[in-house]
């Protein structure tokens, strides 16, 4: 298995700018993993392959305020700090640029006089990891609300006209640099349709983090460098999905960072509630033992979560739909249009 087996060409016209209004007006292929066939409807068509008694498991982690412009302090050095995740109270990870001209000791100022003078937020550089990342102390966080701006994938080039629309509409707990974007295309109306039918929704929270916006860069996939993510599962719902499985009902995950943290806490047999970090990299031969069926958007060649769904269904019968879905004038990626994995 080779990076460039998860490769493929696509069109710049097919990166989708802008996201699709109402949120379930987006597309929808239905990919059935038993016989490869496809069908193509609207995503709130969705609700017709869901049944009483299934699942759905949704993240509900909140995109935070996390890219920062400020100056290196004593300088007129203008920075841009992309937080990546949480380490401890007040310490994070980042990438910053320009990167040579911020190292250990350094003090980034970010102020704003419309909010307030005197008002300001100082990030000292503390420590210095691989691949360019910086670790940082902030000192007054609740100003990340004032002065943070919530960060768009490098691939979005049109300015988003409403930042919520970069979050699900049931984002809760704040702590992700990007958002789970195979929710983006539910709404409180299609959500309230799933449980008058009788599925249940459980949410879960996985804090996405750097491993969305780095590329495999490696030949050999088994050798990139995962990083953790910090994922909460209530007992509460971990009785729920369990009653699913032992029922013979189907669990939904609705996202790859859903299916990372269920398939991290199912290893040993039955889900188990579990706070801390996932570092779990899901390769195609992965043994599925929570995931029956997948919600998931069109994902980035050569990346971690092309690999994931590759997994789930088969290199070939992904790599298929995705050109299937180039010729149908399908629009891919973080706004784009969606896939249902039976």
Not at 213 to 231: A, C, L, N, T
Not at 326 to 334: A, C, I, N
Request: glycine share 8%; aromatic share 8%; hydrophobic share 40%.
């Amino acid at each position: 298995m080779k990076t460039n087996d998860f490769d493929y060409q696509l069109p710049a016209e097919l990166i989708a700018q802008t996201p699709v209004e109402p949120r379930d007006q987006s597309r929808l292929m239905v990919l059935r993993r038993t016989d490869g066939s496809m069908e193509h409807h609207h995503f709130h068509e969705i609700v017709d392959y869901f049944h009483s008694g299934d699942t759905v498991v949704l993240n509900n982690s909140r995109v935070i305020p996390a890219r920062v412009l400020g100056r290196k302090s004593g300088s007129d050095t203008k920075v841009e700090i992309l937080l990546l995740r949480r380490v401890d109270d007040s310490l994070w990870e980042i990438l910053v640029r320009p990167g040579k001209k911020v190292g250990v000791g350094s003090k980034i100022r970010i102020a704003d006089e419309s909010v307030g003078i005197g008002q300001e937020l100082v990030a000292e550089v503390v420590g210095q990891g691989e691949g360019g990342i910086r670790i940082i102390h902030l000192q007054d966080e609740s100003l990340l609300e004032k002065f943070g701006q919530v960060p768009l994938p490098p691939y979005i080039h049109t300015p988003l006209a409403e930042p919520e629309r970069y979050q699900t509409v049931y984002a809760e707990i704040s702590g992700s640099v990007a958002a789970p974007t195979a929710g983006l295309h539910f709404t409180p109306r299609l959500l309230n349709k799933l449980q008058e039918k009788g599925v249940r929704l459980a949410f879960i929270t996985l804090h996405i983090g750097l491993d969305t916006f780095r590329p495999v860069r490696v030949d050999d996939p088994s050798q990139h460098p995962i990083h953790k993510e910090y994922g909460e599962l209530s007992s509460e719902v971990a009785a729920m999905l369990n009653q699913t499985k032992n029922q013979g009902k189907r669990i939904i995950a609705v996202g790859t960072s859903t299916v990372r943290l269920l398939e991290a806490v199912s290893q040993a047999g039955n889900i188990q509630p579990f706070s801390g970090w996932v570092d779990l990299f899901i390769l195609p031969g992965h043994r599925f033992r929570a995931t029956d069926v997948m919600v998931t958007n069109f994902h980035l060649p050569r990346s971690t979560l092309l690999m994931l769904v590759s997994a789930f269904a088969g290199r070939d019968l992904i790599l298929g739909a995705y050109e299937q879905a180039k010729d149908l004038g399908y629009h891919f990626y973080s706004f784009g249009d969606a896939m249902l994995i039976l």
